[in-house]
């Protein structure tokens, strides 16, 4: 019977017979013996193979062995002499299901950039790192609904077509049936967009929140676990135009309540992933960011501390360093406040709450002063900003004045408004970048190594 | 301390003190007390509340305590006197969040068409059916996510920004971020997909099968659970242009495999939900469609039937009965034949393999008969398909011929020929429609009802 690598290399006897299926990394041969490391993906090390020149078309065989051919296996258990690895395996028999000609097989044994690696996105996740990558990211996904599915949330899917800017804040894709070679138009001259596939324009989702409120209304606690866009043209190593969020909403809960929650919710993502997947945690502080298992006991170890904006702005003034961007009450924070907050003066995370509403979404609860509302973002050491939130406004004529005060049409909110006249109550809820989130975790520099696919300006490949 | 309605009904001890919220379902009055029904999402049963008419602000209280009002409520809990309730709280304090006018809230006690509800996509989930089906929904997608990840699979997100469509099939939706009021041109009268946001069309995902293929070959085992999109104008009451699929890929794996992992999984996730959700599984066998809980135990408690698509041809030309469609080698099966093979003549679930090349994609690995293709459908009683998959084309020399003859361009697929170049393993998958699974678990008759917010034509609404 066919195992996986990493539990015959945890709980394979020696002795034992085994098969096994995978893909040759690497391959050494000396006096006669060749040894050979096979990965087959579910975890880091692969397993020692010893192919002894006895072996049945032993050359013909090994001729095939290269770096990336996948072949099955059979063999005993023996106790390994190697280091670091508790047993190898004695072939007794091999099958080459494919060769992978070391001529052309871009990847070699040699290290290859992170950017050249991109350009291989359907080769990449066989390299150490992005192996490594992409179990921690199924770890942490893995741990998100555990999370709230052990607390009662239930987990909905909010629309990804839809036909609302949730937030006004633009930078949306637009989705069509037209034939955009051969719009129809009307007699105005307008693009007819009866004709399209929903009778109207309609967008890309930038945010599943007033969807989960909807939802929250009925079963108190939801989650939404999907993918976000955003057409926004930056070319940075923090922005991608598709990525996944996840935005938990509850009902009968206050700006406290959500704090609790996320800050529960980050604990234990972290502690999931350091006791699923120790060995790649370990790789990525040895190669990728020395402070990467530092951060996370940090994380792990201290409670977040809390304060407002106004007291962050008042120890930012009272900083002694100059900022590039100076600190004021009114403006917004910049990535240089949010690190000095946290690795400076607080050296740990650190929950900023109630921002000036004038640069806040609507939909956030106006704090009696008439000038704050009761948003938090969690910022952490190094990365800054990992969690944004607030309470949602459930005063129907407070959000009305609020959508018209930001610009918006009231019509276009009819149903988000019924919300708060049947029925509302005090709830509250925050998004977290799963992206991020994995960035934060594994310390990969560039945003676009932590998603298989990643979609960037000029780029939508694979 | 605040607890779900669902735990207390479950757990609560008379004596206890608690304090739950939620939202009014009904009310009735008796003799000086008052009756009312607090659901908060967590059950389809709530919890009967009784207030007597000595609790302060009575009359006042009493006046908004209305269907959908929602509230908070302390008080002890006693053994309840009324059938199919273990436990009733005595209330001793009532705080309304928020009223619902009588008079306009739109759900009062008597039924609505699930037509009427699907206009009131922001309220419909207050209602049983739709509060039992989205918690059944959940319940699903979490056996799903157990199985997998039980079993060692990676869950990888696919991207739904594409530059390919996956099987050339069509009905792909456009996306875009260029004004369509003002399209920019070429030269020679195009449209100028250069300045466009990939500098090329990009389209929705029809399914993430090939980037799965890629994942398997570095993980062995992967799946995608996530979005995906067709622009069919189908107005039916089993498609939608937004549903979720769920994708399995596993490398070193052939058909049979395939059909071993299929059953496996469905009869999981099938037991999981009745385990995990027997109150509204019950109340769909009642309420919806009476047989779907002998469909579930049919599918628990039967191998499912393997056939040939050959045998299934030849079944069904000797069936003691007309089709509207009548059958010959070459056709595809239409749903009175698999209604037929399933319902009439094995009376379970049936897979179907070896279908002919002509009717199938081209990435379904060639027989040696060169006629038909290692395709399987899984076929159930009353909904027929609910799973197809295949095992894959692994050989480079006759994927490219067979890419080229279903008249695709070869150079589109460079990096899915390179999966066959390097390391090619022989593979299978294959894909379940989510929402097909909601449907066919809960008996609903329209998909519409099984997805919070349907995407279909002219429908984007909420």
Redesign the interface.
Known sequence: M?Q?I?DISQQGQPGEVITL????RTRRSTKGLTFININ???SMAGLQVVVNAELPDYESILKQLST???V?ISGTLVESPGKGQRVEVQASQITV?????PE??PLQKKRHSFEFLRTL???R??TNT??AV??V??AC??AI?QFF?DQ?F??????????SDCEGAGEL??????D??Q?PHTQAG??DFSQD??????Y?TVSGQL?AE??A????NVYTF??T?R?E?SNTSRHL??F?MVEPEM??CDLDGAMDWAEAFLKHVFRTVLEQCPEDMDFFNQRIDTSVLATAENILAHEFERITYSEAVTLLAKADRSFEFPVEWGVDLQSEHERYLTEEVFKKPVIVTDYPAAIKAFYMRLNQDGNTVRAMDVLAPKVGEIIGGSQRE?RLEVLERRIQTAGLPLEDYW??L?????????HAGFGLGFERLVQFMTGMANIRDV???P?T??????
Do not use: C
């Open positions: 066919t996986r990493r299926q995978g893909w040759v087959d993906g579910s990336g051919a996948s099955s299901f494919g060769a992978a000609d052309t097989y996105g359907h080769l996740s066989r992005l192996g992409f179990r990211r199924n996904a893995q609904h599915q009662g239930l987990w909905v899917h909010t629309p990804i077509l839809t036909a894709f637009t989705v069509t049936s037209l955009l070679e719009l307008a693009v596939f929903f009778g109207k324009p309609a890309l969807e909807i939802m209304m009925a079963f108190t999907g993918p866009f057409a043209n135009a598709e996944w009902a009968f459930e149903w988000y019924d919300l708060r006249r049947y029925g509302t109550v005090p998603i298989p696919f979609r300006p000029d780029n939508v490949e694979f």
